[in-house]
């Protein structure tokens, strides 16, 4: 069963928690799909990483942290670029960015999405080259796009009109020619969370392919001569697992690239087909292998281009989470145990929504285990909250685990490398955790943990 299916039975939680969620064999086993490669539960019971005791990285550098597996993360771009050979892969930032992970993203020989003057700043301190750096955005500013212009960004997604003219202007301004995308919004309902849904029409991203504003993008691009368009983008949503609405989206697209061949004899040479592919957050996510995802891609295409009489474009993809999200897991320490009799317990850990806000945002699924030592083997189901004044403050909504879990104990989250660190907040004045990443026996602050000190800083009142 898929995330989107298990979404219906989220009804029936109560203190049993959801239908599909039942009691180990081993409350202690690691489910090897949801953790990071080198990952493993010791004889003396703790987790380790990249060969380190999760207990002397929290001595080190605190709790909560995220623990990044290089190794992990480096595979699953090789996977992707392997994959996708013959396409580009942009792997999309705003699931995670600092600099280490930029040249972590550039040395692996992938392309980089960014989307706002933020993210670029970053990609171009890490040293990523710009011709391999796209940028996007539904509300890019005229300094945004101008910083992209001056850097030589590689692409532009094109989001609205108002953008096209900004852009034009600025192109003209500096006699240059910028490579554009169309972003096409091609009314396909990928079966995912409402807010993270993006090609049904009833949204703020891109041009309507039915309301015909995507072809009026690119018959003004095309005629005004100022801007370089190099093809038609799609992105569908994230979390996705049916592949069906990338073909669906891909078919639409198409049309469109054909469309514009037909009226303004031009062969755009190019087509992306965005991000979104899912990963296993619980025991009920099945992902798919970026080989067979790149190889239905690819058919697709080349089934659709052949009907329609088209030279395949060259393709790209832009997945974010898939790369980085699997790759990390947040350590926590546990701070109180309650049992709200009869109803359920409740496991304190010292982070919660201000490291995590996809659980209270998208009503995400995660799972966790005991990272210090190995539990009594009797499972008991809990539900592991965060320390924030917020009942809606949850980490994780239902989970066995060792009914001995106390004060003190390690707790891990897996799945929290994509759309945590990157959607941190300071809510209560808590400073956010450090990205920590484990490679060979070394562990390294990627990204130090802030301080009270931090956030004084901006306090200039
Ligand atoms: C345009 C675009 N590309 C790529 C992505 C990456 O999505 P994901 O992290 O789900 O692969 C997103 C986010 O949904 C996006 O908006
Ligand atoms: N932030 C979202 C995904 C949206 C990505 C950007 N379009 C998540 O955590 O799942």
């Known amino acids: 069963?898929?995330?989107?299916?298990a979404g219906a039975l989220h009804g029936d939680i109560g203190s049993r928690g959801p239908a599909w969620l039942r009691p180990p064999s081993d409350v202690n086993d690691l489910v090897p799909e949801l953790w990071p490669v080198t990952v493993t539960r010791s004889e003396k019971g703790s987790l380790t990483i990249g060969g380190l005791d999760v207990r002397d990285i929290a001595q080190e550098h605190g709790t909560p942290a995220y623990i990044l597996d290089e190794a992990d993360v480096r595979e699953?771009?090789?996977?992707?670029?392997?994959?996708?050979?013959?396409a580009d892969v942009y792997y999309a930032g705003k699931a995670f960015l600092c600099k280490a992970m930029v040249r972590i993203i550039a040395e692996e020989g992938l392309s980089l999405d960014v989307c706002t003057g933020g993210e670029l700043a970053v990609a171009l301190a890490a040293g990523m080259p710009p011709e391999r750096?796209?940028?996007?955005?539904n509300n890019?500013?005229?300094?945004?796009?101008?910083?992209a212009v001056e850097a030589g960004v590689g692409r532009i997604v094109v989001d609205s009109f108002e953008e096209i003219d900004r852009l034009t202007a600025i192109a003209k301004d500096k006699n240059k020619t910028p490579k554009v995308m169309v972003r096409v919004t091609v009314g396909v309902e990928a079966h995912t969370h409402e807010y993270i849904a993006t090609a049904h029409e009833d949204q703020k991203f891109g041009f309507s392919l039915f309301g015909g504003a995507a072809a009026q993008a690119v018959d003004k691009i095309i005629e005004e001569k100022k801007l370089d368009l190099i093809g038609l983008h799609s992105h569908i949503g994230s979390q996705i697992f049916d592949t069906s609405a990338f073909e669906l989206s891909a078919r639409r697209l198409l049309q469109l690239h054909k469309q514009v061949q037909d009226k303004h004899k031009i062969e755009l040479p190019e087509m992306d087909l965005g991000g979104g592919f899912g990963i296993a957050y619980t025991t009920q996510d099945d992902p798919a292998d970026p080989a067979d995802l790149g190889a239905q891609m690819f058919g697709l295409v080349k089934r659709e281009c052949d009907a329609l009489q088209l030279n395949v474009p060259r393709l790209s993809v832009e997945p974010g989470r898939a790369i980085v999200g699997p790759s990390?897991?947040?350590l926590y320490e546990v701070g109180t145990v309650k049992d709200v009799d009869g109803i359920r317990t409740y496991v304190s850990?010292?982070?919660?929504?201000?490291?995590?806000?996809?659980?209270?945002?998208?009503d995400s699924w995660y799972s966790a285990t005991i990272a210090s030592r190995k539990g009594d083997n009797t499972p008991m189901l809990a539900r592991v909250v965060g320390k924030h004044c917020e009942a809606g403050d949850i980490v994780v909504k239902d989970e066995f685990l060792p009914a001995d879990v106390r004060p003190g104990d390690l707790l891990a989250v897996p799945g929290?490398?994509?759309?945590?660190r990157s959607m941190a907040s300071n809510y209560n004045h808590v400073p956010r955790p450090p990205v920590i990443a484990v490679a060979n026996g070394a562990a390294r602050v990627i990204m130090r943990r802030e301080t009270e000190d931090d956030l004084l800083a901006l306090d200039v009142g």
């Not at 750096?133 to 955005?137: A, K």
Request: positive net charge; glycine residues 16%.
């Open 1 to 5: 069963m898929r995330a989107h299916e």
């Open 349 to 362: 850990v010292d982070g919660g929504m201000s490291d995590n806000i996809r659980t209270a945002l998208y």
């Open 140 to 147: 890019k500013s005229g300094s945004e796009l101008r910083r």
């Open 76 to 86: 699953r771009c090789r996977r992707f670029r392997n994959g996708f050979a013959g």
């Open 133 to 137: 750096i796209g940028l996007h955005g």
């Open 416 to 420: 929290t490398g994509a759309y945590c």
């Open 328 to 330: 990390v897991f947040t």
